[in-house]
């Protein structure tokens, strides 16, 4: 009964490459959340994707972030051309979303991005 | 934008206190969650809300959908050092996918 899975936990980027950071979501849950959170803040909502599909994208910066959930394999948020401000931890959660218990979340231990 | 106001900011107890914290917000919410982040962690789910005036435990936490809609409370009892962490809460409104996170009350408990 595995979690969240995400991977790298830990990745180092200079300016100008690209990050990749993959979740595995919990086992039969087809929803998957991403969220950036700064030091001594709380979450903040970026993408919402189900399979196949981005659900809602609003709160994801337009240029260099992208994100996708295939039909099969984990979901993917790209980030191209980091900068500093880049940097933060990136948290995945995933819901099952079937009747009341689909509106739980569950996290993954996250992927601390530093640009150096 | 939607904010979540959580209070207190941070506190510091001793083992055995019991500890209240609770998260305001101008708009209605529909569920609330309450999750627990240890530093270099994912948070953790503590308890799902989803009914106005409901009352659910889960050990010694013990939290509680306002009846306004636009507050939520969580009660630990009896806190032990473990206990220590970032307590987050989250709202969802109806019609939405995203959850807005409260700042966090940063618990540190003296044994």
Same mark, same amino acid.
Request: with cysteine; proline share 5%.
């Given at each position: 009964?595995?979690?969240?899975?995400?991977?790298?936990?830990?990745?180092?980027?200079?300016?100008?490459? %690209? #990050?990749?950071?993959?979740?595995?979501?919990?086992?039969?849950? &087809?929803? !998957?959340?991403?969220?950036?959170?700064?030091?001594?803040?709380?979450?903040?909502?970026?993408?919402?994707?189900?399979?196949?599909?981005?659900?809602? =994208?609003?709160?994801?910066?337009? =240029?260099?972030?992208?994100?996708?959930?295939?039909?099969?394999?984990?979901?993917?948020?790209? @980030?191209?051309?980091?900068?500093?401000?880049?940097? #933060?931890?990136? /948290?995945?959660? &995933?819901?099952?979303?079937?009747?009341? #218990?689909?509106? %739980?979340?569950?996290?993954?231990?996250?992927?601390?991005? *530093?640009? *150096? | 934008?939607?904010?979540?106001?959580?209070?207190?900011?941070?506190?510091?107890?001793? %083992?055995?206190?019991?500890?209240?914290?609770?998260?305001?917000?101008?708009s209605i919410f529909n569920t609330w969650l309450w999750y627990k982040q240890d530093p270099g962690e994912g948070p953790v789910l503590l308890i799902a809300l989803y009914k106005a005036g409901e009352l659910t435990s889960n050990g010694r936490l013990t939290a509680q959908f306002g009846i306004t809609r636009k507050?939520?409370?969580?009660?630990?009892?009896? &806190?032990?050092?473990?206990? !220590?962490?970032?307590? /987050?809460? #989250?709202?969802?409104? &109806?019609? *939405?996918?995203?959850? @807005? /996170?409260?700042?966090? *009350?940063?618990?540190?408990?003296?044994?």
């Amino acid at each position: 009964n595995a979690g969240v899975m995400q991977n790298p936990r830990h990745l180092v980027r200079r300016r100008g490459q %690209e #990050a990749r950071l993959r979740c595995s979501p919990m086992k039969g849950h &087809s929803h !998957v959340y991403w969220y950036r959170q700064l030091p001594e803040e709380g979450l903040k909502f970026m993408v919402y994707l189900q399979k196949e599909n981005i659900i809602d =994208e609003s709160g994801m910066p337009k =240029e260099r972030f992208s994100a996708e959930f295939p039909k099969e394999g984990p979901s993917i948020l790209r @980030i191209q051309q980091v900068v500093r401000g880049d940097s #933060a931890a990136y /948290f995945c959660a &995933s819901s099952p979303r079937s009747g009341l #218990a689909g509106y %739980e979340q569950y996290f993954g231990p996250g992927t601390r991005l *530093t640009v *150096t | 934008g939607q904010q979540l106001n959580q209070s207190p900011q941070s506190m510091f107890i001793q %083992e055995g206190e019991d500890v209240s914290m609770n998260c305001t917000s101008s708009s209605i919410f529909n569920t609330w969650l309450w999750y627990k982040q240890d530093p270099g962690e994912g948070p953790v789910l503590l308890i799902a809300l989803y009914k106005a005036g409901e009352l659910t435990s889960n050990g010694r936490l013990t939290a509680q959908f306002g009846i306004t809609r636009k507050d939520s409370f969580l009660n630990i009892s009896a &806190s032990i050092p473990s206990d !220590v962490g970032i307590y /987050f809460c #989250a709202g969802l409104t &109806s019609g *939405t996918y995203k959850y @807005i /996170f409260g700042t966090g *009350t940063r618990l540190k408990v003296l044994a």
